[in-house]
């Protein structure tokens, strides 16, 4: 059985997909980080409010028009800090282990500044635990949650890839006011052809804002993953800045996020009309 026909199109506290009404695009949007769903079992120690200041707030909402655009969204539905989804499964910071961990851990400079596969710092200072996790707890979370994503995506990208014989993939996410409108991430052209990443930073750019590309982000593991420009399969990170849309202040939706919004519907659009024109060309080839 394929990981296609293992997902679902809904998993209590996991994830929910939601796919257009007939003739899916092979155009896939997936939101990692926005999820609000706090498990019980998280533990926490740190005050929710902080909590949910590390989420990517309400872009599965700006996104919610896919499937109209004939895409498909996949969307956690629990919170980037209870697991990280886009975090190596070995991205495991061994200061939050009670015991040692069984298998190889090959931690990066994420786990060490305690925001790897899980966070260990809400923010520099402020722990998220007042504990240390078991074995058994970190793995129940890599089970529960982490493979059942992955395997999701995995199998969206399956079909597409299988109907189309290629796949446009956008991994949506929100960054710090800081930063520019938009950047593009392609893990410097190892997860999508540069034509994609390119014409998505030609039409931003279009519609007024400021959009950079692989600074300051590149994309992580779900990139690396799930990308594969070669074998048809093309992925970017798409980092939208909270400065557009959120009060990081007050915790709620700017009076600009409508007009956000509406733009993300044009993005939206114009990346089906993207993934329409190229599966026409490769019908055509073949």
């Known amino acids: 059985m394929s990981m296609a026909e293992n997902s679902k199109d809904y998993i209590a506290g996991i994830y929910r997909l939601e796919r257009p009404a007939q003739n899916p695009l092979p155009l896939i949007f997936d939101s990692p980080h926005s999820g609000r769903e706090y498990p019980d079992d998280f533990g926490h120690a740190c005050p929710a409010e902080m909590l949910y ?50 298998e190889v851990l090959r931690p990066t400079r994420r786990s060490r500044a305690g925001t790897g596969l899980l966070r260990r710092m809400v923010k520099p200072g402020t722990p ?41 993939h956008i991994n949506c996410h929100s960054m ?50 799930h990308g594969d420009p070669a074998g048809g399969r093309h992925s970017v990170q798409m980092e939208i800045s909270k400065a557009l849309y959120w009060n990081d202040t007050t915790l709620v939706r700017s009076t600009n996020y409508n007009a956000l919004k509406g733009d993300i519907q044009k993005l939206v659009l114009f990346c089906a009309s993207w993934a329409e024109a190229q599966s026409a060309v490769d019908l055509a080839a073949d």
């Open 53 to 102: 200041r590390a989420e990517d707030n309400y872009v599965d909402d700006l996104f919610d028009c896919v499937p109209a655009a004939g895409g498909t969204l996949l969307a956690a539905l629990f919170p980037r800090t209870y697991i990280d989804v886009n975090r190596a499964v070995t991205d495991i910071d061994a200061e939050l282990l009670h015991d040692p961990w069984p």
């Open 128 to 168: 998220v635990y007042d504990r240390k996790l078991s074995v058994k707890e970190l793995k129940q979370r890599i089970e529960k949650y982490y493979e059942p994503y992955h395997g999701a995506l995995a199998g969206l990208l399956d079909e597409a890839h299988a109907a189309h014989g290629q796949a446009w």
């Open 176 to 225: 710090p006011a800081t930063q520019p409108d938009f950047c593009i991430g392609d893990r410097d052209g190892t997860s999508s052809g540069a034509d994609f990443t390119h014409a998505l930073y030609d039409f931003l750019k279009g519609l007024g804002y400021r959009v950079n590309i692989n600074q300051p982000y590149k994309g992580v593991e779900i990139l690396r993953r």
